[in-house]
């Protein structure tokens, strides 16, 4: 079996594992690591530290601590054995997270159809950074499906994606620094220079990966009436690069583009008004929106998973 045969392989079981199991109930690596990161952040970011260039590299040498070590290490006791393939397969089931997507999504879903919207403004709280207590059934359904829009680059096809590119130290890489930068990459006094690096590292490794889910939700297109390939790709160009967040806003805009729904508009975070620019076409998203939200999601990663088996067949002959 050729190294692309025994990564296909092991994206395949990745993905399968987190479909039946979802996340580890106990023990998730990432618990720990969230702990490491706020008793780095206490140590570091202190307020004494009043001039900026300062402040900036205390961000970067706790970011390096953070996020290096582990990657590298695996990398280096990493060999082509079984036991080596069996930790692949584990460390990107741990990276991706498309089962919690779901059951986050319908736990919103299900009191929205109920009419329940304290329930439904409760459980957004946990899928956004804006403030939920007064949203409507319409602005629920729009927040819950960026969410998922987002959130299945961040934590689904990236984590494939750099799997391919890389192998699991890539893995690992990806997913401590996108966990960086959601408890680091915030604009506000307390993390405006010290979250710098943590931001624009996350940036980055999300600049490659955000270009191809943005492909793969496109790719789905040629089954639809609505809209073309080429269409939601161009929507993803110029409405992307609009978006407070580039790379979110090339995946929301070119999958909300073959949904056939808006997405974009105002929303309230840190007690400010935010108006984005809307993202995609069509009218605007509903409750009804939100699973064929996940559907294009799952598919995203399916399609991606058989490309990288047929190329491993292609590159067996």
Same mark, same amino acid.
């Given at each position: ?68 070590? $582990?990657?590298? %290490? ?5 060999? +082509?054995? #079984? *036991?080596? /393939?069996?930790?692949?397969? @584990? ?100 993390? $405006?220079?010290? %979250? ?5 590292? +996350?940036? #980055? *490794?999300? /600049?490659?990966?955000?270009? @191809? ?105």
């Amino acid at each position: 079996m050729n190294d692309y045969m025994t990564g296909s392989v092991i994206l395949m079981a990745a993905f399968i594992l987190d479909i039946l199991l979802g996340e580890p109930r106990r023990y998730h690596p990432l618990v720990g690591f969230g702990n490491l990161t706020q008793k780095l952040e206490r140590l570091f970011n202190r307020k004494g530290n009043d001039k900026p260039w300062r402040t900036q590299l205390f961000g970067i040498l706790a970011w390096s601590l953070l996020t290096l070590p $582990l990657p590298l %290490g695996y990398y280096l006791l990493h060999q +082509d054995t #079984l *036991l080596f /393939w069996c930790l692949d397969a @584990v460390i990107v089931y741990s990276a991706m997270g498309y089962n919690s997507l779901v059951k986050h999504a319908k736990q919103i879903a299900a009191p929205l159809m109920n009419d329940d919207m304290q329930q439904a403004r409760h459980f957004c709280s946990y899928m956004v950074s804006r403030d939920t207590s007064n949203l409507s059934e319409q602005q629920i359904a729009r927040a819950i499906t960026e969410s998922v829009l987002e959130n299945g680059h961040d934590a689904v096809i990236a984590s494939l994606v750099w799997f391919a590119i890389g192998g699991a130290p890539l893995v690992i890489l990806h997913r401590l620094v996108n966990t960086l930068d959601a408890m680091w990459g915030y604009k506000n006094p307390q993390f $405006l220079y010290f %979250g710098w690096c943590a931001a624009r590292m +996350d940036d #980055l *490794l999300g /600049w490659p990966t955000a270009k @191809v889910s943005s492909l793969l939700y496109a790719s789905q297109a040629l089954w639809c009436r609505h809209t073309s390939v080429f269409n939601a790709l161009r929507n993803g160009w110029r409405q992307g690069r609009q978006y407070k967040s580039l790379n979110g806003g090339w995946v929301m805009a070119t999958g909300a583009t073959v949904l056939n729904v808006s997405l974009g508009g105002q929303g309230i975070y840190d007690g400010k008004i935010v108006k984005s620019v809307t993202l995609g076409q069509g009218p605007q998203v509903t409750t009804a929106d939100i699973i064929p939200s996940l559907n294009l999601v799952r598919n995203a990663a399916i399609i991606f998973i058989i490309s990288c088996f047929l190329v491993s067949l292609i590159a067996a002959v």
